[in-house]
């Protein structure tokens, strides 16, 4: 066994650094935060290729005295927490004294500051975290950092960043959520000599998001619930059913003032949004919580993205009960009740004692309960209303495993002999053989076979365009203009054609006529990373999710000739995505419901 040693300081830096400092953009939060810690009105960065080679950063905020500028570095160095209670009820952003230590072992750093009650400004240089130099300087009250060469000293960190669209887009990621937070802030962000974004102090946060994410503010739904006594209060921004996006890329969770990832709350709001929503169609929202401290640990994750939550199922029923009431009563939306948001009108009562809900569905849309439903639609049978309850409570009985009979090698030859019997809520289509009801996911299979035949185009370089008389017109987000300038000539290779029009708008000239819905196709290529560097398989998988519309009542000669050409893909029993596209529906299974045995 070889002998223990204490690491060198040096190597304990760099290892800090790489907790908390993967790339650019989490230098950027970091410096971020440290300015909104400081009350600035205004965050202005400019980069260069992606902040790689510079990140310099200016705020107005209240600056540093020169003499905090020799410890700011050291590791564990803060002037936001003093005690073991203080860590309890954290209200800044940050609190460990890791970011300038971190950053400034991995990069060059020249930090500029000055306070009101100072005549000068201080610069401090350091360079792998070894002090170099620390000298006045003119400035207004502030400060402002330079973050050079970043990983210069860790090749093997430097060599994991991506290209710099792809860091772009993770500066993006990491810039945005922040202007919704501080409406009251000037915000500025500039690569390569040019602005991306450049926004003013806005009156509502509304107004602040629309303008940064080039959407309508009169498709947003504001809500919001307090409960003064227990500190909890939880305001949301819900896009109505005309924001919709192939993809999960507008949907921002904010916990007592900071952008957390948080997978359950999100899944939640967009579970909800199925009242309103087609499968595979997700909305804009920005939920904005916030609750006691003490009910929050942000000391979870390195970089402080994810936190936990003490009573999070309370607040998942609360969000879901906000969100259904808004959606509802938006007159947007179909009538649908879901039973588990009847009983979660959460209330500062129910708080502590809010049930957890088990056995969450995996699926967003369909579950297994709604086809329960409409099955007992279908075959319009008074008495499977009541379904016997199972031991849960609940009213549906458990689906068992050879509900989704196994798909032998013969589902293709009995599809093909299957007699159509008609379809349900224009949704599937039902079609019948040897005792067995075969089930056709209209959407999904339709998905199917446009991907196949526009695979086949792409491939072979035979387009077939429609080409528009008036162009139409796309308002992008920065990130989808980024995407864009990246992703022209790709877009074009598979049909689509598009120009600048102005800063934010792109004017699409022609599109792939098996592409139904332009707008929203070139939507779903450009929230994909590298565009430019794709394969056709990947862009016509986000092509044809987007843009088949659902709900097209079939005729039979249509249902037919619908089973004609999914029988001719190559892979004509999943969707794109992997979900089915036919299931069997055996009269056993059948039988069992009805408790024949
Ligand atoms: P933390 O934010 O966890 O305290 P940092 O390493 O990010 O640790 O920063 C160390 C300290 O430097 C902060 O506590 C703060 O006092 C000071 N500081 C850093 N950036 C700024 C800034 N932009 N304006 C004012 N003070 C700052
Ligand atoms: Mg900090």
Known sequence: MPNVRVLPPEIVSKIAAGEIIERPASVIKELMENSFDAQTRSIEIFLKDAGKTLIHIKDSGSGIEKDDLNNIFFRHATSKIRNLDDLSKISSLGFRGEALYSISAIADVI?????????????????????????????????????????????????????????????????????????????????????????????????????????????????????????????????????????????FVFVNDRPVQSRSFGFHINQTYRLIFPPEKYPFFAAFINLPADEVDVNVHPAKREVKIRHEQAVISLLRAMCETALLSHGQAKQVTI????????????????????????????????????????????????????????????????????????????????????????????FEVDRMLLVVDQHAAQERITFEKLLQQMESGNMEVQHLLSPILIKLSPQEILSWEEGKERLEEVGLTTTQFDN?????????????????????????????????????????????????????????????????????FTCPHGRPTVIEVSEKFLDKQFLRT
């Open 111 to 251: 930090l500029r500051s000055k306070t009101a009650g100072q005549d000068t400004g201080w610069e401090i240089h350091l360079r792998g975290g070894k002090k170099l130099d620390l000298r006045p300087v003119s400035m207004p009250t502030g400060t402002e950092l330079e973050i050079k060469e970043l990983f210069f000293n860790t090749p093997a960190r430097k060599k994991f960043l991506k290209s710099d669209t792809s860091e772009m887009n993770q500066v993006l990621n990491t810039f945005i959520p922040y202007t919704f937070l501080y409406p009251q802030c000037r915000f500025r962000l500039n690569h390569q000599g040019k602005d991306l974004i450049d926004i003013h102090p806005a009156e509502k946060p509304t107004e602040r998001i629309a303008e940064i994410l080039n959407l309508n503010s009169k498709h947003m739904i504001e809500t919001k619930k307090e409960f003064p006594d227990k500190k909890i209060c939880v305001r949301l921004i819900l896009g109505d059913i005309n924001i919709s996006r192939s993809r999960r890329d507008m949907q």
């Open 504 to 572: 934010q708008t792109i004017a699409v000239h022609t599109h792939p006529q098996l592409i139904q819905e332009p707008e929203t196709a070139v939507r779903a290529i450009l929230a994909g990373e590298d565009v430019a560097r794709c394969d056709y398989n990947t862009i016509a998988t986000w092509a044809c999710k987007a843009s088949i519309r659902a709900g097209d009542s079939l005729n039979r000669q249509q249902a037919e000739y619908q089973r004609e050409e999914l029988l001719k893909c190559k892979d004509p």
């Open 339 to 430: 039973s588990a948001l009847e009983k979660s009108n959460a209330t500062p009562a129910s708080w502590e004692e809010a049930p957890a809900r088990s056995g969450e569905k995996i699926f967003e849309s369909s579950g297994p309960s709604d086809f329960q439903k409409e099955l007992q639609r279908q075959f319009s049978l008074e008495d499977v209303a009541h379904w016997p309850a199972s031991p849960d409570g609940r009213q549906a009985p458990e689906i068992h495993e050879d509900f989704f009979a196994q798909h032998d090698e013969n589902l293709q030859k009995k599809l093909k002999r299957s007699r159509f019997i008609g379809s349900f809520i224009k949704k599937f289509l039902l």
